[in-house]
């Protein structure tokens, strides 16, 4: 069944199936994807990422830009995107989805980047949650790709990762989780995450399980 909207209810199912699955969740996370998450953090705090070789590298391996068929100008407007946007205290994913649609993918179409722009605001600011297919089959009960033009398929992943947003933010605003951050610091200890970054990986986890 794929969400709609946020429902009470539905959250508390999701939650008791999480708190069931939570060994099984945390046993299928590596240490490697935390430490790299981390390195992320780190580089971009340091500065202009338009002029950070690596990090851009390392950024791009990690979330697998380079394996989508984008070319060399998205991945610069991607960045400088990113820069842009570092300051803001409320970033709308709209220009930047816009911005990026203009740009060719190597197949000389225009590409809704709804996910890679999620990843982007959330390295700014971890509280916005990344919107992938393994937390939309966690989350929303489907993985699949929206359908038609630019305005529809904004309308869809908007709703699906306002749904998202809402199950983060009931999650950690009455602490079901707690023992589950817990367990989550012992098998990653001095991981530095916030709890908002530990949802990502773990409903990450959990999607990639189902």
């Known amino acids: 069944m794929s969400v709609k909207e946020f429902k009470k209810e539905e959250a508390d199912k999701l939650i008791t199936r999480v708190q069931e699955k939570s060994v099984e969740i945390l046993n299928n996370l590596d240490r490697e994807s935390i430490d790299v998450c981390n390195f992320l953090t780190s580089e971009f705090n340091r500065g202009d990422v338009t002029k950070n070789y690596f990090f851009q590298f390392v950024f791009r391996s990690f979330y697998r830009l ?5 070319s060399a100008e998205f991945k610069v407007k991607y960045f400088e995107l990113m820069q842009q946007n570092r300051s803001l205290e409320s ?3 709209v220009p930047i989805l816009e911005a990026l649609n203009e740009i060719l993918t190597l197949k000389k179409k225009n590409s809704f980047q709804f996910s890679f722009t999620t990843k982007m605001i ?9 919107y ?3 937390v939309s089959k966690a989350i929303i009960g489907s993985a699949t790709s929206a359908i038609g033009d630019f305005d529809d398929k904004l309308k869809d992943y908007s709703t699906r990762h306002e749904v998202i947003s809402k199950t983060y933010a ?4 009455r602490d079901f989780f707690a023992s589950i951050f817990a367990e ?3 098998s990653f200890p001095g991981n530095r995450l916030t709890e908002f970054k530990k ?3 773990i409903f990450w986890s959990y999607g990639k399980l189902l």
């Open 132 to 134: 992938d297919s393994k």
């Open 170 to 173: 009931y999650v950690i605003e």
């Open 199 to 201: 949802l990502d990986f």
């Open 91 to 93: 970033i709308d994913p």
């Open 122 to 130: 959330n390295l700014i600011d971890p509280s916005y949650p990344i």
């Open 66 to 70: 380079d394996n989508a068929g984008l």
């Open 184 to 186: 989550f610091d012992k």
